[in-house]
């Protein structure tokens, strides 16, 4: 009996010690802004503490029904990464941006009236390891390596060409992103999932 519980005591302490380490991997951490002008007073957001944040006083989102996204760009280290890679994940990005405001928002080519300009960079890229998330997950049923993303973002009024808000977001995968977990990539598009649909809730409730 002893020995049992000397087991599952030990049992305890090693889920413990996996929750601190998922726990410290998921820590907001400010991300450096280099995309995004640096005189703008970025504040970190209650709601989402890995979100920072600027709006222009009294901006409505309401204002506006159709969105021109330019090409987004990267602005990253990029030696330890293929350029296919690279070029992948810039497309991914800006079709699950695109189609995800379809069909409440109309995506267009040029600047006109109700238009909000969307300047985007993805800042960074961290991969999963399949490999090893498929070893922690044989041996303690999850995956422990994260992987994840950060864009910096600049809304504009598309015709004055004034901008209007401003965001930096670092997002980091769970274990409990199972499938994504077991894809070098499958985080860091979860993230640019999770980043399109927080821009259509942004349009339709005006934060």
Not at 1 to 25: D, H, P
Not at 93 to 117: A, C, H, M, W
Request: charged share 20%; aromatic share 10%.
């Amino acid at each position: 009996m002893e020995r049992r519980n000397n087991e599952k005591s030990k049992g305890l302490v090693g889920w413990f010690l996996v929750i601190i380490i998922i726990l410290q991997g998921c820590a907001a951490v400010k991300p450096q802004a280099n995309f995004v002008d640096n005189k703008i007073e970025l504040k970190q957001c209650k709601e989402d503490t890995s979100k920072f944040w600027w709006e222009k006083q009294g901006f409505n989102w309401h204002n506006y029904d159709k969105i021109m996204v330019e090409p987004i760009a990267i602005q990253m280290d990029k030696n330890n990464f293929k350029q296919e890679e690279l070029q992948t994940a810039v497309n991914d990005f800006q079709k699950i941006i695109t189609q995800g405001l379809s069909p409440e928002y109309l995506v267009v080519d040029e600047p006109g009236p109700n238009v909000l300009r969307l300047r985007c960079a993805i800042t960074a890229i961290n991969t999963s390891n399949p490999a090893l998330n498929a070893l922690t997950t044989l041996a303690i049923f999850m995956p422990l390596d994260m992987g994840g993303a950060t864009i910096e973002v600049e809304f504009f009024n598309s015709i004055t060409g004034e901008r209007v808000a401003a965001m930096v977001d670092q997002k980091t995968g769970t274990p409990l992103q199972l499938k994504s977990s077991f894809s070098q990539f499958g985080q860091a598009k979860g993230a640019f999932e999770d980043w399109a649909k927080e821009l259509k809730l942004a349009l339709v409730t005006n934060p």
